[in-house]
Structures are given as structure tokens and as C-alpha cells.
């Protein structure tokens, strides 16, 4: 199912490793819909302004690829009260499109940000709506959302979380625990200024091999009424990647 067909280069470095304080930090990636055409939506963290700024849209059957700056945008997102902004997320909505910006120990906040298609287009003027994810009562430890996907089927929000011993969007730090939130009916939650997980799977409770892994992503595969397929993306901070 997961072997490599193709790839398409992004960025190059002299280094395996793109430096950090160099790296553009994609960290979120959507497939969103253009004329009948599928395309890939990548964004940077925003964490290092501007090389974190990123916007990537890429046609993966042409490999056509264009780049932006979202600077302005993460701008506005900072001045309206991100102020550690640490994009990790990102997936299409009927009504939009989804960001989510990971919080940390000393900016303990998950914030959902509802804003509207093509917003790289149109940084200055697109409208967006922030919404506080999750509550975090245990000080010793934050729960960060690090990934996001959408069901339209259920018009469910997929969301994935770890604890990470971390103080700002920028440093690694010793990894914790991963866990899996849904979200139900989110549709009708969009105006709300917070909201909960209506489920909370903790992954090392079903598996053992999620101990020492950062789950990083979701995707959803399939799904029908019964069942649904997901595929997870984890790091270890040492430059190993599982699904």
C-alpha cells in the first residue's frame, strides 16, 4: 500500500538535514479541489517568520508548483492573539479552510483557524475565525494538537495530540504521550468561541508501539458506515518517520 511511486522535490540543501533556523517547516498538508483538479496545499509553521512562511500549492500530476508567503496572513493571526504561532495543520471544510496552530507550556492554547478558500491569495482581506480546541488542566504537561484531517461523511474533526515537554513553538523537546480527538459536528461549532474532543483515544492504550512515538498527522483512507481507515504519521525527533 505505501511504496514510493514518485516524488517530487521541494527544497534542496547541501545537508541530509535542512538546518533548522533555515528550514521552511512544512508541517501541514491538505488535498483541496480546483476545477476538477486535485491539488496539494502545504504550509509552513509560521514559527520563524519569514523562513517558516511558507505556502506551497502543488499539482501532483504535472508537478506544477507555486510558492507564496503567507507572512502577512500569520501576521494578522499574531497581532489577533497567536502569539506563539506554531501551524501544524491543515484540511479543506465545506465552509473553508482549516488551520490548527499548536500551543506549548508557556502559550498553552490549541486555536482552530477558520478562514476562507484561497486566503494565500488574499492575505490582507481574508476573514478568519479563531477557536480555542481543548482544555489543559495538568500543568506538568500540554497537550498539543500536531494534526488534522476532515470527514465529510460525518462532518467529523480528526485531530492528532501529543504531550511534548516544550516551552516554545520552536525547541524539540523529550516526547510524551500521542493521542487521537474527534470532534463531532463541527459544522455547527464554527461560530463557537471554544470547543471539546467529544473522544479521546489514547494510541499507547490500543498499541504498545506508540510508546516514544510523536504522532504527528492523520489521514483519512476510506470510510463508509461502518468503519473507518486512517493512516498516522509519527517522528521521533532523530530524523526516524513511521505511518
Not at 501544524?88 to 478558500?117: A, H, Q, Y
Not at 504527528?216 to 509519527?234: M, P
Request: glycine share 6%; aromatic share 6%.
Amino acid at each position: 500500500l505505501f511504496k514510493l511511486k514518485d516524488s517530487i522535490s521541494i527544497f534542496t540543501a547541501a545537508e541530509k538535514r535542512i538546518a533548522k533556523d533555515e528550514k521552511a517547516d512544512i508541517e501541514a498538508i491538505a488535498l483541496i479541489s480546483r476545477n476538477k483538479t486535485s491539488l496539494l496545499l502545504m504550509l509552513g509553521s509560521g514559527s520563524l517568520s519569514p523562513n517558516r512562511d511558507s505556502c506551497i500549492l502543488i499539482d501532483p500530476l504535472t508537478k506544477e508548483q507555486k510558492h507564496y508567503s503567507l507572512s502577512l496572513f500569520y501576521s494578522r493571526l499574531r497581532s489577533a492573539g497567536i502569539r506563539d504561532l506554531n501551524i501544524e495543520g491543515v484540511t479543506s471544510l465545506p465552509f473553508g479552510i482549516g488551520l490548527v496552530s499548536r500551543g506549548n507550556k508557556i502559550f498553552p492554547r490549541n486555536i482552530l483557524i477558520i478562514t476562507e478558500d484561497k486566503f494565500w491569495e488574499n492575505q490582507g482581506t481574508a476573514n478568519f475565525k479563531l477557536i480555542k480546541i481543548g482544555a489543559n488542566s495538568d500543568t506538568s504537561s500540554f497537550n498539543g494538537i500536531s494534526g488534522m484531517d476532515y470527514s465529510n461523511r460525518t462532518d467529523q474533526l480528526l485531530l492528532t495530540v501529543s504531550t511534548e515537554d516544550t516551552h516554545n513553538s520552536y525547541d524539540d523537546g523529550a516526547i510524551g504521550k500521542s493521542y487521537l480527538w474527534i470532534i463531532n459536528n463541527i459544522s455547527a461549532k464554527k461560530e463557537l468561541e471554544g470547543i471539546n474532543p467529544n473522544t479521546i483515544i489514547d494510541l499507547e492504550e490500543i498499541d504498545p508501539r506508540f510508546k516514544g512515538q510523536k504522532v504527528e498527522s492523520v489521514c483519512i483512507l476510506a470510510e463508509d458506515k461502518d468503519k473507518r481507515e486512517l493512516v498516522l504519521t509519527a517522528d521521533d525527533d532523530e530524523g526516524g518517520t513511521v505511518l
